[in-house]
């Protein structure tokens, strides 16, 4: 079965400190690989995506993330966090077979950047 | 450049009541979704649509129907609302291909009692 897996619920750091964000997969076949962003009472926000290419992919507000086949995971990176980075991310995994490009989501990591 | 737009934003029902959540998308994609977001679930998806006249079951379909008359709208009805429906629903939109970004709507949050 196609999954993804957030395994932290939350990251604490402090501002100014680099942050790393979790996330690992499995998914049949070569995989599209999705980070978005969820600030409260909002939509979620698209960051950056992995198609094909360079393993370390950069994204919006700074946000880079290393896909790693070996480990199968596509961890989230800010060298330098900001308080206003503090949101709910979720990474997705576009799920093969079908017509279609639906995303099988994490369950999310609260991200919370302490002044 | 409204985007995605869900109405309503807020709604409270009664058990066994019927309500349609309304998604409108104006970027002219052709693949729209429902999804559910609960605490310590992510996002679920509920039901799809590659194109016009067409829908498709995702994850959790059940207790749900949805309808996909014209491009820019996909419907979601709940014909006997239960408390485990309970959620923030979110419609999202994408052009076709498996690359693309699915763009999302702000979300509707339904409580039902």
């Known amino acids: 079965a196609q999954s993804v897996a957030q395994p932290e619920d939350q990251v604490n750091v402090a501002e100014g400190n680099p942050l790393t964000v979790k996330c690992t997969y499995s998914?049949?076949?070569?995989?599209?690989l999705f980070w978005y962003v969820q600030y409260p009472n909002r939509g979620l926000q698209f960051l950056l995506k992995?198609?094909?290419?360079?393993?370390l992919v950069k994204g919006s507000y700074g946000f880079e993330a290393e896909f790693n086949k070996s480990q199968t995971s596509f961890h989230l990176k800010k060298p330098s966090a900001l308080v206003s980075d503090s949101a709910l991310y979720f990474c997705?995994?576009?799920?093969?077979?079908?017509?279609?490009?639906?995303?099988?989501f994490g369950t999310g990591t609260l991200l919370a950047v302490q002044p | 450049n409204a985007g995605v737009t869900q109405t309503p934003k807020f709604r409270v029902l009664k058990t066994g009541q019927s309500m349609t959540l309304l998604c409108a998308q104006d970027m002219n994609h052709e693949y729209m979704y429902w999804y559910r977001q609960d605490p310590g679930m992510g996002l679920r998806l509920i039901h799809y649509s590659v194109g016009e006249g067409t829908t498709a079951k995702g994850e959790v379909p059940d207790g749900y129907n949805v309808s996909r008359l014209k491009k820019q709208n996909f419907l979601l009805g709940l014909e006997s609302a239960a408390p485990s429906q309970t959620s923030v629903y979110f419609c999202?939109?994408?052009?076709?291909?498996?690359?693309?970004?699915?763009?999302f709507g702000a979300g509707s949050r339904l409580t039902v009692l």
């Open positions: 999202a939109s994408s052009a076709r291909g498996g690359a693309n970004v699915l763009t």
């Open positions: 992995y198609i094909t290419g360079d393993n």
């Open positions: 997705a995994v576009r799920a093969y077979g079908g017509a279609t490009n639906k995303l099988i």
């Open positions: 998914v049949s076949g070569n995989p599209y």
